[in-house]
């Protein structure tokens, strides 16, 4: 795909791929166990990542993928059933490959895999399921059609070698149909255009037929229907093929007229049409690009959208009509083409939700609770890197959703609910944010345990009214865990005040719903895309400054009469409620004279509501974040940049922080006395 | 010509050769920093403070669409600071930073032509008697009968906050 690049870090990506789909392929086993398309591509997957692991060098990977590969190869012969066990020894096996491939495999665990993986293949052999491949036999052969991928040849598949090992299944008539190629000027020698359609006089079971194929059908068309079932006038016509008047045999009969390869052309063309709908998925095109490159086209797309907003501020100052129209054809265009840039970054939320079908898989071998997974809205799409920041603190939702949601089955019957416990995963667009929940049936959370657990731990002053809100907000503190102990799933770093963080970070929330007995269900509320907020543009002594507006309550303004009442203690009434606030010009150190009548914009912090003192409020910006360099990112006040649309910088305030800098150099102040 | 060919040359380690440099002046002083550190050489453009920031980088400009910082190397030098005239210029460099590739703008009074510097008529900075702190000069070179200034970029950008704070008159 990328040929520029180095070709280890090509198969690395080609391999994760790889191992991603087998493992995908592997669950879908274990709940349908003999469904053969799933073994066959899981075969596929192992024997590809096999091959070309021995191409790069990578030896070890592909000695012990063998193992598996050959595994699967007697699953796919309906010698051994695909027991759970045994999968559960691929998959473990597959994360030995990860390891293989990107470092830090250890060998003896790799031959312990491989030990347990043949005991398990000795133990499904017994167990093996009527061979449904036989049951096709009574079919007295097999006609078949496919048609290679252009690059085919390029890509070392040799046409003549799939029709020689289709020789071995018995007789074989052989025609090929030429109507694809190509006039002799478009024609490129490697590119292979012809289409062939065998007629097999053989007792073989279709598999037989269809493992001449088997390392290049995702690419191919094929069709393979029964020879009885084709009517007799349609029957192969062995095609004429090199009959055509003034052309030379051989090499490939580039001009063979079209005429002379019709009486096959009509049958091929039909069956063509009903190949599998399964591989046509499959061929959309994608390109690998590296997430930097996409940055740097967003940098100049940003530059775009300021230079147009300068022309059209210039039209618009300007009596030419024809510039007038220029420049709007130029801002639609560069706001298509930013809304465009947007979307390319977006990725659907599905590829993280994939990950913890595994996940689930494990822990139920763990705690032998049987767990059924659900998800929903996949195809819902978030930013890049909102996917990338997720997963971690994901995994640990799903995890407490088990270790702690969950009851043992025992329970569950006992509690009238049914045997396996369902872990429920669900993504969905509600206006620019993503909300992604984490449900379960379990046991939910009990908020007296929570408030007992934090009293123990000092989180909490023992008797201190709190709400059910407040207290369930408990679990988000530093070093909180209701866990009585810490098993190995729970309690390993990550906690949920690190969940809380990183969701914060992404400049999102977290909602935790939970009835006792009936389960609980986080959310997480995410912004569409990291690149852009809207914010309220202010102006403090000369400067200008972003204030993210999802922080914002609202604004008020500050009248010099009770600006200089609040000398002393900067609080504000707010409908009876008291507000402390903040002179930002005294955070920033402008040295300028404030605006008669300044303006407090009311920001919340979590529960605190704090009061951020402006010289004028110029309006909501749309902004495109920009991240602080090197020797500014010290600075917490500044969550990052943005260009206004006078190609102006501006700063974007980080809310949490900047009141804490406040506090402190309120602090310093009052000490000086 | 032989002259561009020498300044080709890769420079090595500091002690003979030619490299190519461009020479600016702060405050009539001439310093010179490497051609191939250079990116752009632009016009003044609005400069917004940054609160809180060291004061050597006290304020970020718009380059071709990123925000990056502007640095006055004046105060590094402990240089008294004037107005802005006609002739100011803002340097844009490449330069690593703990590692990491980073643009940053250096002001200047005025930049005056990209020449080669023959490295061989470098001493390095006397430990008395120069008004500027020798750990940040990399080398006083001299050219047409005076010395220019080769600030150490490297280590002026990486400097610990505490130690260019401390630089700061009282």
Redesign the interface.
């Known amino acids: 795909m990328n040929p520029s690049g180095d070709p280890i870090q090509v198969f690395r990506a080609e391999a994760r791929d790889l191992l991603e789909r087998a493992e995908a392929g592997l669950l879908d086993l274990l709940q349908r166990p003999a469904e053969r398309p799933i073994i066959d591509d899981v075969f596929r997957s192992l024997h590809t990542l096999k091959g070309s692991g021995a191409m790069f060098g990578f030896d070890a990977l592909a000695a012990f993928t063998h193992h598996c590969e050959t595994a699967f190869d007697r699953v796919r012969k309906g010698e051994v059933a695909a027991t759970g066990d045994l999968v559960s020894v691929v998959l473990e096996a597959k994360d030995h490959m990860r390891g293989l491939i990107e470092g830090g495999a250890d060998e003896a665990h790799g031959k312990a895999l491989i030990a347990r993986l043949e005991r398990e293949v000795e133990k499904a052999a017994g167990t093996s399921p009527a061979q449904p491949a036989q049951a096709e036999s009574g079919t007295h052969g097999w006609r078949v059609s496919f048609k290679l991928p252009h690059d085919a040849l390029l890509n070392g598949c040799n046409p003549l070698a799939l029709l020689a090992e289709m020789r071995e299944l018995g007789p074989c008539r052989v025609a090929v149909s030429t109507a694809e190629v190509p006039v002799l000027d478009a024609l490129a020698p490697q590119e292979c255009h012809l289409t062939w359609t065998v007629e097999i006089d053989a007792e073989c079971p279709r598999s037989a037929v269809e493992d001449v194929f088997v390392f290049i059908i995702d690419d191919m068309t094929l069709d393979i229907a029964p020879l009885g079932d084709v009517p007799a006038s349609e029957a192969l016509e062995v095609a004429p093929v090199d009959a055509a008047p003034g052309t030379p045999a051989s090499p490939p009969p580039v001009a063979t007229t079209q005429p002379a390869a019709e009486p096959v052309a009509p049958a091929t063309v039909v069956a063509a049409a009903q190949t599998s709908e399964k591989r046509n998925t499959k061929s959309d095109e994608s390109v690998r690009v590296p997430a930097e490159r996409l940055d740097e086209l967003m ?2 797309v ?2 775009l959208v ?1 230079a147009q907003s300068r022309l059209s501020q210039i039209a618009a100052a300007s009596p030419n009509l024809d510039l007038r129209a220029v420049s709007e054809d130029i801002e639609r265009l560069s706001n298509e083409l930013r809304n465009t840039m947007m979307v390319l970054r977006m990725v659907p939320v599905g590829a993280l939700f994939s990950r913890f079908r595994r996940l689930v898989h494990d822990l139920s071998r763990e705690t032998g609770k049987s767990i059924e997974l659900i998800t929903d809205g996949e195809s819902t799409e978030v930013d890049k890197t909102v996917v990338e920041r997720l997963a971690d603190p994901l995994v640990h939702l799903v995890r407490n959703a088990v270790d702690h949601g969950l009851e043992t089955p025992d329970q569950r019957l006992a509690a009238g609910k049914t045997e396996a416990g369902r872990v429920c995963l669900s993504a969905r667009q509600a206006g620019g944010e993503v909300v992604i929940s984490i449900s379960d049936d379990g046991r939910g959370i009990d908020h007296k345990r929570v408030r007992e657990k934090a009293e123990a731990q000092g989180l909490v002053v023992p008797g201190a009214a709190l709400s059910e809100a407040d207290t369930l907000q408990l679990i988000f503190q530093p070093g909180f865990s209701t866990a009585a102990t810490v098993t190995s799933l729970s309690g390993r770093g990550v906690g949920m005040d690190v969940v809380k963080r990183t969701v914060e970070a992404l400049r999102g929330s977290i909602d935790v719903q939970t009835r006792v007995g009936s389960g609980s269900d986080i959310s997480l509320r995410i912004p569409l895309t990291l690149a852009i907020i809207d914010g309220l543009l202010v102006r403090v002594g000369t ?2 400054y972003v204030i993210p507006l999802s922080a914002v309550e609202e604004c008020l303004e500050l009248s010099p009469e009770e600006d200089l009442r609040a000398r002393g203690r900067s609080f504000l009434s707010v409908r009876d409620a008291l507000v402390p606030f903040l002179r930002l010009r005294d ?4 040295g300028t004279q404030p605006e008669r009548f300044q303006k407090v914009v009311i920001v919340s912090t979590g529960a605190e509501r704090v009061g951020l003192v402006v010289d004028q409020i110029i309006g909501d910006h749309q902004t495109v974040i ?1 991240s ?5 990112e ?2 917490a ?2 969550s990052g ?3 206004l649309g ?6 974007i305030l980080d809310v949490p922080q900047l009141v804490a ?1 406040g506090q402190e150099q309120e602090a310093q102040l009052r000490a000086a006395g | 010509m032989p002259a561009q060919l020498q300044a080709l040359e890769p420079q090595n380690s500091g002690s003979a050769g030619a490299v190519e440099v461009l020479t600016f002046e702060l405050q009539g002083e001439i310093f010179v920093l490497e051609a191939t550190m250079v990116r752009e050489i632009m016009d003044l ?2 400069m ?7 004061r050597f ?1 006290a304020a ?3 380059f ?6 502007l ?1 006055d190397l004046r105060i590094i030098f402990g240089m008294e600071s004037r107005p802005a005239t006609i002739e100011s210029r803002i340097v844009v460099i490449e330069i690593s ?2 590692s ?1 590739p ?3 703008g250096l002001l200047t009074d005025r930049v005056n032509e990209v020449t080669t510097l023959d490295l061989a008529n470098s001493t390095p900075p006397p430990m008395v008697g120069m008004r500027y702190r020798p750990d940040f000069v990399r080398a006083l070179v001299h050219r047409e009968g005076q010395f220019v200034i080769l600030p150490d970029l490297e280590k002026i ?1 990486s400097a610990t ?1 505490g130690s260019v704070r401390s630089m700061q008159p009282a």
């Open positions: 940098d100049r940003g530059e300021i400067g200008r955070v920033f150190g402008t920009k602080m360099s090197k020797l500014h010290d600075i006040m500044f940049a943005t260009i006078d190609g102006a910088v501006a700063l800098a | 453009v609005a917004t403070p940054v609160p809180g920031a060291r980088a970020v400009i718009n071709r669409g990123r925000v990056i910082p640095a930073i703990d990491t980073t643009l940053v950008f906050p």
